[in-house]
């Protein structure tokens, strides 16, 4: 008993040593801190780091740096640059690349210039510890991003910018870094610069064109193995860093590219994205921010005025010359208070850059001790005042959203989809596909229905298929899309689709591709021209070839007079918001008056989609296309119902001449709903027995 007793109390000394015990307290840290902290306003982000200067080896000397606490770290500050790569509007970014920069060039000369006589002239620092402290100014990482994601505000141009000005300064300070240290062991020759380049331009050819495209072929192959999706990923994450570190850069500019070459290949909405962000949410960034407040020593403010006044100017200096450049480049481009003050919090958090920087220039002789605290006492100050500057202006920035939306009204309904079932196999494609095109805002589930044939096996059929589709509930469970299965007995499978589409008052039906056509079918009618004919909903008639994510273009055929269905907006705001996940650009054939109501109603609710038109006066022959559609390609045909205005004669038997020369290309065809009193109600009207 003694033995146990004395056993279990070795467990106990401090610093802890038992691994299990280690990651339990860790976990308590990340699952409490940010409650009881929540409870005084104090942000999520500065509860960890609060937390991790109470148990390190600075405070009560619970936790000790280890190797295991450094892997995690490392892991946590790869996902955050990973995540704002892959987070980041690719369609807002090439937008507004050029703001990028401007904000990039100020965010990296600006404390570079303040901060050099600073250094060199009050502070009497050597040349290289000037350059070296200085460009450390200019750096900034992304510690108050989770904030942003919280808010939803990820799309915003401000993070856009602040997000890109990102990776040109910290990749601009880490080149600067690797210039110094260079010139400290005397390497700082035509090789050096021969090598660097060179390395960086291998480095960048592997990630924007080989990676991808072996992305694009392992999701092609394995589409229903989602879990090696997720490990994939990560692979490639790791791999992107170890190369960037090899061509002479830091491993978290590896993982910010890494982001941006899947960022197309990843949609915001996807399952995959939803797994990506859950586990570096709750457990990896987390790590990272224990392990920076585990750095700081406030006892270093004890040492003498000396380790003061540096930390002092230091800290002021970081944040001054910060908060100049977000409020020059708000002021230069118009941006709200709001969004500067966003800028700024996204900008001037100091943490893994500055450590990379100062730890190796501290390890190479070229700064002191003084610098190295005083630095961390700046990560410590930037990192509390980057995250409530952070979260006070998303809450800014999310009220003012609110308040402004115009293109709703009390009187509109939420968005209700309805899908359909008759084919099994490529449920999950067009779940996929239904999840991407869901309104986020709105409160209804997706439902999935299957209409039973009523006949003396009908019960058991029913719980059949309710079991079939109820198996499909954990596959959507991980995009956290509400999905709801319905289940119904009806004469045919038509006539039950559209009795529950009036039931639900669908907004929209998702279905399948009808399978090929018989002869029966020729002669009594398909389910899907049944289902066109009795209803006046948007419908999409979908056949993926492909997984969602892996088509680079979404190709639009808007015959004439398209403008004018009342479905216009709907169907119009579906292809919008496809091609905002996808980061795909829209190759719309149309003509001049239906090009003009497009770019009307973009500007009109704002909508950053890139727009290619193409005057196609040769539409009604399918034919024509050929030479336009390529492989990764996504078809969109517009067409009409009989009563529409937009109906032509070509719409007849469109789906199968579609079949006959895209048979291996994605489409979607849209019948875009028409208005109920111009729509013929006797046609509306079927009844079971039809």
């Known amino acids: 008993m003694n033995n146990s007793a004395h056993h279990l109390l070795s467990e106990f000394q401090l610093p802890l040593k038992s691994p299990v015990l280690v990651f339990s307290l860790i976990l308590f840290i990340i699952l409490l801190s940010p409650l009881i902290l929540g409870k005084i306003k104090v942000p999520g982000i500065i509860g960890f780091i609060i937390s991790g200067i109470v148990v ?14 450094d892997l995690f770290s490392t892991i946590g500050l790869l996902y955050i640059m990973f995540i704002a790569g892959l987070e980041l509007d690719m369609n807002e970014f090439k937008k507004k690349k050029y703001k990028s920069f401007a904000f990039g060039f100020f965010t990296f000369s600006i404390p570079l210039l303040l901060g050099l006589p600073v250094c ?30 919280k808010f939803g505000i990820t799309r915003n141009e401000a993070v856009a910018i602040a997000v890109g000005g990102t990776i040109l300064t910290d990749t601009a300070v880490l080149i600067i870094l690797a210039v110094i240290i260079g010139s400290g062991d005397g390497s700082l020759n035509f090789q050096f610069w021969i090598q660097l380049i060179v390395s960086l331009i291998i480095f960048s050819l592997v990630m924007f064109i080989v990676i991808p495209r072996i992305t694009k072929w392992f999701f092609t192959r394995l589409e229903s193995e989602k879990t090696s999706h997720y490990i994939f990923v990560l692979s490639v994450v790791f791999f992107a860093a170890f190369l960037a570190q090899a061509a002479g850069v830091e491993p978290i500019i590896g993982a910010f590219v890494a982001g941006l070459a899947l960022n197309r290949l990843i949609p915001a909405s996807s399952s995959l994205m939803n797994r990506i962000e859950f586990t570096g949410n709750a457990l990896f960034i987390p790590f990272f921010l224990i392990s920076v407040g585990m750095i700081v020593d406030l006892r270093v403010l004890l040492e003498g005025p000396q380790a003061l006044i540096v930390a002092g100017v230091l800290t002021v200096m970081a944040v001054v010359s910060k908060w100049l450049a977000a409020f020059l480049t708000g002021t230069i481009f118009k941006y709200t208070k709001a969004q500067s003050l966003l800028v700024f919090g996204l900008s001037s958090a100091h943490a893994a850059a500055t450590l990379a920087i100062i730890l190796v220039g501290y390890k190479a002789g070229i700064i002191d001790k003084n610098i190295l605290n005083g630095t961390v006492i700046l990560i410590l100050a930037t990192c509390i005042i980057a995250s409530f500057a952070t979260e006070h202006a998303a809450k ?12 709703k009204t009390n009187d509109e309904s939420p968005e209700n989809i309805l899908m359909p079932i008759a084919n099994f196999d490529n449920l999950e494609s067009m779940l996929d596909l239904a999840v991407l095109l869901k309104d986020k805002t709105s409160p209804q589930p997706i439902h999935l229905l299957s209409v039973v044939h009523n006949n003396e096996d009908a019960e058991n059929n029913l719980r059949i ?27 045919n499978a038509a006539s039950g689709v559209v009795r529950t589409s009036r039931e639900k008052d669908a907004s929209l039906i998702i279905s399948g591709w009808p399978r090929k056509t018989t002869f029966l079918n020729k002669f009594m009618g398909d389910k899907t021209e049944t289902i066109i004919d009795n209803t006046d909903k948007n419908l999409f008639v979908c056949h993926l070839t492909r997984p969602v994510a892996v088509h680079d273009r979404i190709v639009l055929i808007c015959p004439p007079f398209t403008e004018f ?22 190759y719309c054939h149309c ?3 239906t090009e003009n109501a497009i770019v009307s109603f973009l500007d009109i609710k704002k909508i950053t989609v890139h727009f290619n038109f193409v005057d196609n006066s040769d539409w009604e022959h399918a034919a024509s296309l050929k030479g336009w559609l390529k ?5 969109v045909f517009v067409a009409a119902r009989k009563e529409s205005q937009s109906y032509q004669k070509t719409f007849e038997g469109l789906q199968t001449k579609l079949e006959r020369y895209f048979s291996t290309v994605s489409k979607i065809l849209v019948y875009p709903q028409v208005n109920p009193y111009t729509y013929n109600s006797a046609a509306i009207g079927i009844t079971g027995e039809q």
């Open 120 to 149: 060199y002239y009050l502070l009497h620092f050597s040349w290289q510890a000037s350059i070296l402290t200085a460009s450390m100014f200019a750096t900034h990482t992304l510690v108050a991003y989770p904030v942003v994601t």
């Open 591 to 593: 003509s001049l008056r």
């Open 465 to 491: 298929a309710r079991k079939r589709l109820e198996g499909l509930l954990h596959y959507a469970s991980a995009s956290e899309a509400g999905v709801e299965v319905l289940t119904t007995i009806d004469y």
């Open 631 to 635: 492989a990764d390609d996504l078809l």
């Open 565 to 586: 269905e009342a479905g216009f907006s709907l169907w119009l705001s579906k292809v919008c918001a496809l091609a905002k996940e996808l980061s795909a650009p829209v």
């Open 56 to 69: 390190g080896p600075n405070g009560f000397n619970v936790l000790e740096k280890n190797s295991a606490i």
């Open 396 to 407: 800014q920035i999310v009220a003012s959203e609110e308040d402004y939306q115009p293109e």
